[in-house]
């Protein structure tokens, strides 16, 4: 919280300032008295002018010390409006951990579960004759199937009022991110299930599925990137 303590009066510059220059004017004052008397004039005009150089001086210096509270109501307006933020990114913060931030890990690995379990092994065991042509048909199936119910998790996923706007279109990157990635796969299992269907297992075939697979690895990888860019965000360290 803020902390910032008012300068006491007898020690801001103005004060420090006005107090010897009054006193000088004073002692100047004081002469031109003592001289007139002596000479028999008159000290009014010099009286005049002292007032009006010290009249300036004093109005001069209440301008300073306007500047110099304007001044220290600004750095502790600032201070103020630091400690405030500092506390809403701690609520916002644990809104985010207790809300997405604690799907986002648990989807990442069944994204990649899905893949290993009901695609590549099948494929391999399959490539490898020790899993006939059906039982790999019926996994990579499965696997079209668990893809479509994630992809409907990532859809729905709640973005919570409290977070701010680049949260906000961070966890909407990866959404975005994440359902073409998935997108990419379920066109490499439904091209896979067809050239099974047409026992079509042409380089040209293979090399399409491929092509998709890959691109569905360029989106995942994107989706990490707004995942690590949340973390950094709300200092999340694993």
Known sequence: MNTTKKVP???????????????????????????????????????????????????????????????????EEAIEKEDYEEKVTADEKEVFLNSVGSRFDSTMDRYDEIWADHYEEPMSSFSEGSLDIYSAY???SHAENQYEILTITIDELDIPEELSD????????????????????????????KMI?????????????????????KYVLNATVYVASLKAYYEITE
Do not use: C, H
């Open 9 to 75: 009066v007898y020690k801001r510059k103005w004060f420090i300032i006005l107090i010897p220059t009054l006193f000088v004017i004073g002692l100047i004052g004081n002469l031109f008295q003592d001289e007139n008397d002596e000479s028999g004039l008159s000290s009014e005009e010099n009286i005049e002018e002292l007032n009006r150089i010290a009249d300036q001086l004093k109005s001069d210096l209440a301008v300073q010390d306007i500047e110099d509270t304007a001044s220290a109501t600004q750095e």
């Open 138 to 140: 019926k996994e990579i």
């Open 166 to 193: 680049e949260a906000t279109e961070n966890i909407s990157g990866y959404q975005s991110e994440m359902k073409e990635a998935i997108s990419y796969r379920l066109s490499a299992i439904r091209r896979t299930l």
């Open 197 to 217: 269907d047409d026992n079509n297992y042409s380089p040209k075939e293979v090399t399409t599925i491929e092509g998709q697979i890959v691109e569905s690895n």
